[in-house]
């Protein structure tokens, strides 16, 4: 039986499996409000690490995954995970999404679906750089894959052709690296994250810039989003090939108007602790993905 599951709900089949990460196997506290909701619903629900190696994955009917923060460390793990999941349980988000969510290079489909993003050089994994973009203050050098600000270094402008681009080529050695101008509205406004539950935009806050959120108990407030900003995050989730259960689009304020910085279809705090009617939602969802509804 799993961290954070009653031993009731542990006697039956689970219609619902939120997937969390061995550093918090009984989820952070947006999942014990969300599995809490499920259970009103009258759904047997289990948290359980995405990579538990005794997990029956086909025990359940769906497997939601939330806060499974540590897939970018073990990377093909996680990818062959999804591959066998979805085979043997529906997932939430669906395994295509999942997989193209893991690599930030999905930034390329969005530029090319006209999405306004932070503008993005790509460096391709096994490669070596000769030469950077240029014309801007300072920088943000990143992995492809990855997250909670693991891996990534800011370059002042006169650094990213020698250090910086040393860097690229470390990175690169390993996977894909991504170059992009660093905005300072990161800091000063904070990023702004826009929440879409069943294709529908539920609420936004404000987070802080590289935040790790290690524990689920990121520094956020509630944000009312200006129409640019829901204009550009509905235009970013409606260039996705699917619909997914949930998802967080990433903004920052720029002279030029809101720019998308990532979004989030994996594992993103949805701060759900924020709005009930989300938690809600999201109960919905599920429970009509279990076949329940």
Known sequence: MSPGQPAAAAALAPDVTLVTHRGLPGGAPDD?????????????????????????????????????????????????W???TREQTLLLNSGELLRWNTDKRYLRDLLRAGVPCIPTHFVEPFTFCETLPGGHPAWIVKPAVGASARGVRRFAGHELPTEGRAYVNRLAQTGAVLVQPYVAAVETARERSLVFI????????????????????????????????????????????????????????????????????IEPDLGLRLDPRAVEALADVCLVHAGRS
């Open 32 to 80: 014990l409000l969300l599995a809490a909701a499920l259970r009103a619903r009258g759904l047997a629900v289990r948290l359980l690490p995405w990579n538990d190696p005794e997990a029956d994955w086909q025990a359940g009917r769906l497997a939601v995954v939330r806060s499974a923060w540590d897939y970018h460390h073990q990377t093909a793990a996680w990818l062959e």
């Open 82 to 84: 999804i591959a066998s």
């Open 198 to 265: 069943g294709g529908r935009f539920t609420h936004a806050f404000t987070k802080p810039a590289f935040s790790t959120g290690a524990t689920g108990s990121t520094a956020i407030a509630p944000h009312r989003p200006t129409a640019a900003e829901r204009e550009v995050a509905a235009a970013a989730m409606g260039a996705l090939q699917g619909e997914p259960a949930y998802g967080r689009v990433d903004l920052v304020p720029t002279p030029g108007g809101p720019q998308l910085m990532e979004l989030e279809l």
